[in-house]
């Protein structure tokens, strides 16, 4: 359906013509009521805001159910994918006319920092809004290291008593 239609009259001094350009826009209407909406993929809202913990990403997804939703997480992306079936139910005494609600697939990613904690995202389906709570990772804070002079720290135990080794070592060959 046209809403504005590109041959809309110019000033004409036969007000026939307009009365002509007006009955054909009316017909342009009305032969558009019995299209038929075609499969298509569409692309749902996102909105995503952060706090100093989290980032929360919403999607609007009206009139799907939970179980066509399908959220995967591969390498740092997020995938958000889906799809909607037109109803197909037959109805004998009732005709319809439009076909405006969008049907099909969609598939959304998002790269996603690596500050993420991307074994901790959760998800939540309500009202035709899918929410997903994304956290950070902690960051690590910067901390003084001290220098260990002492026996039987992580060093000893890697290398064993080797210094006791060499010295016996040493004495056996003389």
């Known amino acids: 359906m046209r809403l504005i239609n590109s041959n809309w009259p110019t000033r004409r001094s036969n007000s026939v013509d307009l009365f002509d350009e007006m009955e054909r ?11 038929q909406p075609a499969q298509r993929s569409f692309t749902p809202a996102v909105d995503v805001s952060e706090s100093a913990e989290h980032y929360l990403m919403t999607v ?4 799907f159910k ?6 995967e997480m ?4 997020l995938t958000i994918s889906g799809e ?3 109803e197909t139910t037959v109805d004998e005494e009732k005709k319809t006319h439009r076909f405006e609600r969008s049907y099909g697939s969609f598939t959304r990613s998002f790269s996603l920092p690596t500050t993420v904690s991307g074994d901790k995202i959760e998800a939540n389906y309500e009202d035709g809004v899918l929410s997903l ?3 950070k990772t902690p960051v690590a804070k910067a901390r003084t290291i001290q220098i260990e002079s002492k ?3 992580f ?3 890697l290398l064993g008593n080797k210094k006791d080794v060499e010295v016996k070592s040493n004495t056996s060959s003389h």
């Open 133 to 135: 709570y994304l956290p």
């Open 74 to 77: 591969n390498d740092n992306v």
């Open 84 to 86: 909607r079936r037109r």
């Open 151 to 153: 026996n039987g720290g």
């Open 25 to 35: 826009m009316f017909a342009d209407f009305q032969n558009s009521w019995d299209q």
């Open 60 to 63: 609007d997804l009206p009139g």
């Open 155 to 157: 060093f000893d135990k």
């Open 66 to 71: 939970k179980d066509d939703i399908k959220i």
